[in-house]
């Protein structure tokens, strides 16, 4: 039987790497279609470069400050994600806008997780702009990478109910956890090709069995 070639995983982070732990946790089990083969991050303190180091997988720090602007700066990630031999790109709590041409050159092969249900609130802070403005409503999406922050294509979304009771923090918790369970599906499909971006859209092919997952909705979870 001929063994399935595994596709090739570069997360970006400049954070806690939570995400970037629950797509590792993910493809441990050697049926995920995907392995992690580097961790790029723009800053040297990001807790996630420790998470990476347990599980041994290769890390590069490339910090802004080393580099005379965005074009420089993200031309040396672009060298060390190709220096993995990575072919898809996920970015994971990566907290600096990437310049059109880095974007250009993993068209329909980076992809995002944001922590609300887009196009609603773009940017940061999303969880006390999502309670200010009172919606009902809350959760994450995951797209593919266009150069406007945060308008590619969505792939997948989570939802949860905003409790009267949320501040931004048990918000943020209760989301968070739908992000885990959201990310690897999403890698898993783009991966299989299931979902490719074509003329800036989403297009799908075979996903019946996950479709009820493409949009998960979780139930709120009361405090005593």
Not at 25 to 48: C, K, L, Q, T, Y
Not at 55 to 82: F, M
Not at 111 to 138: E, K, Y
Request: aromatic content about 4%.
């Amino acid at each position: 039987m001929t063994r399935r070639t595994r596709k090739r995983i570069a997360i970006l982070i400049s954070g806690r790497g939570s995400n970037m732990a629950a797509l590792i946790a993910a493809a441990i089990d050697p049926a995920f279609p995907a392995e992690i083969v580097g961790v790029v991050s723009n800053r040297a303190d990001a807790r996630g470069l420790e998470i990476a180091k347990t599980h041994n997988i290769p890390i590069k720090v490339i910090s802004s400050r080393d580099y005379d602007g965005r074009e420089a700066h993200d031309a040396a990630i672009h060298e060390a994600i190709t220096g993995f031999k990575a072919e898809i790109v996920c970015l994971a709590g990566y907290m600096r806008l990437l310049t059109p041409d880095f974007v250009k050159k993993w068209k329909g092969r980076m992809i995002n997780i944001h922590p609300a249900l887009l196009p609603s609130f773009r940017g940061l802070d999303t969880h006390a702009r999502a309670l200010a403005s009172g919606v009902r409503i809350h959760g994450c999406t995951v797209h593919f990478v266009t150069p406007e922050m945060d308008e590619g294509p969505i792939i997948a979304q989570a939802a949860v109910p905003v409790l009267t009771d949320d501040t931004e923090e048990t918000l943020g918790e209760r989301v968070l956890k739908i992000e885990h369970r959201l990310y690897p599906l999403a890698l898993r499909l783009v991966v299989e090709g299931r979902v490719r971006m074509s003329d800036g859209v989403a297009v799908f092919s075979d996903v019946e069995d996950e479709r009820r997952d493409l949009a998960i909705v979780s139930p709120g979870e009361r405090r005593s």
